[in-house]
């Protein structure tokens, strides 16, 4: 549905020439109303919305207005009315009351122009709204013969009850945003000071192999459209436009001298950068996990094999599940050794220099050495669902993302989001249900959902997700400051991510506030306990499922 701004006809019958003051007036169940016309910005038609957990029950969601992250309110909601679905005369009055703020109405009726006179204190009109949220009562002779009676509502001291942050958590957004280059500094300080690998894994022909997960810039399907180079290496299959990037493909499969994929396998394709701010995407059969591997399982590649041509690009082999599963380690340093990347890469940036790439309509404007120092813009998020909704995190603070497993270990007393706790590999990990965590109706168990392992206040801790959809690179002018609509919510949810020219919202989550106070001592103690009789949990992760 359009969402472009609309004023409707009768405005232009009372355009009242600047004699008196101006109102907009609009009905919501059966009562008329009007509210000064200097703070409203636009008329527009209901847009489509994204849900926001942990925001006051009136918040219908966010919506994008023209690259912008606009708070939609139901009015009846906000007023205690029955609800009532959208229709046809159904609009969103667009004020600005500090930020701007939709409202919900049932249908806007027109502009006036009023004059003081005409204006009475509104201490006992009988209406669906209190006293105290009016500033007065409108009385107009109707052309047909009685009088017109409009409330007129005090935006500001209306929504004040329910959304007490929007005045405070302004500042503490900005502080925080101030300190996110700082957190990101600490998560990867985290990363390199522990003992631990941090990778994400995949497939090659029935093989397992790895990227350190810094190394991976995000994840993505295999295209529709690409290009192929004309006398190319057998294992470069082409470039594709990825954001305005013209990006070089890679398969693995023929890189290592395996046979070509069957059909059916539905191909990701891991992007990561090579010295030189290269940019390659290496074309893999599936993306199987993100996972933590401590460095006493990750041996080196042995003295004989690393001398050999052939595998010169693997730094070392983990061995998992007590040597049952070996996981080649890829240095992404040494692709630039392997014969043919450098050609590939050549090829790439040839074709980018004279625009031969044909399936793309938006490659004019590629410069791929511009877009190589743009990287440092970036942010790395792994993308999971809740429902309909989209939320992201930073790839940083992910551990491990695993499947949930059949049965969960309940703990007694403890707070109702807990599941339970699980055996991860010798170590206890409490299972949190993110749905109830955020005040989201639960579903029932399925195959899609999966646990996201974070380190909260030195503990590992589970949340059960819906399904984890993919691991993006976004630009971090794509991402703004998420209305501040609750404390609780402008803690967790600070940020979004404006995707696919307004089209898409990601709401980007801290991990660190997930859990806090006492719900994180208590989670805490269960992650410090013994692990002897929980079920014990090391399935993989399909990333992009």
Not at 358 to 374: H, L, M
Not at 466 to 486: F, M, N, Y
């Amino acid at each position: 549905m359009s969402n472009q701004p609309e004023m409707q006809d009768d405005a232009a019958a009372d355009d009242g020439a600047g004699m008196g003051l101006q109102f907009v007036t609009f009905a919501v169940a059966g009562e008329m109303f009007a509210v000064p016309m200097a703070p409203v910005q636009e008329i527009i038609r209901v847009p489509e919305v994204a849900r926001l957990p942990l925001a006051p029950a009136v918040l219908d969601g966010l919506a994008n207005l023209r690259g912008r992250v606009l708070p939609i309110i139901s009015l009846r909601r906000l007023f205690g009315c029955e609800a009532q679905a959208n229709d046809d005369a159904t609009r969103a009055v667009v004020i600005n009351l500090g930020q701007p703020l939709g409202f919900v109405v049932d249908r806007v009726a027109s502009v006036v122009s009023v004059e003081p006179g005409e204006i009475e204190p509104a201490e006992q009109v009988q209406s669906v709204l209190s006293a105290d949220y009016l500033t007065g009562v409108i009385k107009r002779a109707l052309p047909e013969g009685g009088t017109e009676m409009l409330l007129v509502v005090d935006f500001t001291q209306l929504i004040r009850d329910q959304f007490r942050a929007i005045g405070t958590a302004a500042a503490e957004q900005g502080a925080s945003g101030a300190d996110s280059g700082a957190h990101d500094a600490a998560l990867d300080e985290d990363a390199v000071a522990s003992d631990e690998l941090r990778l994400v894994s995949f497939s090659v022909a029935g093989q397992e192999y790895a990227l350190d997960i810094a190394e991976v810039q995000e994840i993505v399907q295999f295209p529709e459209q690409f290009s192929v180079l004309p006398n190319a290496p057998g294992h470069v299959v082409g470039l594709m436009s990825l954001r305005q990037r013209l990006l070089p493909l890679v398969s693995l499969r023929g890189l290592f001298g395996l046979a070509p994929v069957d059909a059916e396998v539905q191909q990701r394709i891991v992007v990561t950068t090579l010295p030189g701010n290269l940019h390659v995407g290496l074309v893999t059969d599936a993306v199987k996990e993100v996972m933590s591997v401590p460095r006493a399982q990750a041996e080196p590649m042995p003295g004989l094999l690393a001398r050999q041509q052939e595998m010169q690009e693997f730094s070392a082999i983990c061995r998992l599940d007590q040597g049952k599963r070996l996981v080649s380690v890829i240095a992404t340093d040494r692709l630039l050794q392997v014969p043919g990347m450098r050609q590939a890469l050549a090829q790439g940036a040839g074709a980018a220099a004279t625009d031969e790439i044909r399936n793309e309509d938006d490659v004019n404007d590629v410069d791929n050495q511009d877009a190589g120092n743009d990287a440092d813009d970036d942010t790395q998020l792994v993308i999971f669902r809740l429902g309909a909704e989209e939320f992201g995190v930073p790839i940083m603070s992910v551990q491990e993302i695993v499947r949930v497993p059949p049965t969960l270990t309940r703990v007694p007393r403890t707070p109702a989001f807990v599941e339970g706790v699980i055996n991860l590999r010798g170590t206890v990990l409490p299972v949190v249900d993110q749905r109830a965590r955020l005040g989201l109706p639960v579903i029932e168990r399925n195959e899609g959902q999966r646990i996201m392992v974070y380190l909260l206040d030195g503990v590992r801790t589970g949340f059960i997700v819906d399904s984890v959809a993919e691991v993006l690179r976004i630009p971090r002018g794509q991402i703004t400051p998420a209305p501040a609509l609750s404390q609780e919510q402008s803690r967790l949810i600070g940020r979004v991510a404006n995707l696919d020219g307004g089209k898409r919202l990601v709401m980007l989550i801290e991990p660190s506030q997930l859990l806090h106070g006492s719900e994180l001592q208590a989670v805490s103690g269960l992650g410090r306990g013994g692990a002897a009789t929980v079920h014990e949990e090391d399935d993989a992760l399909p990333l992009a499922a």
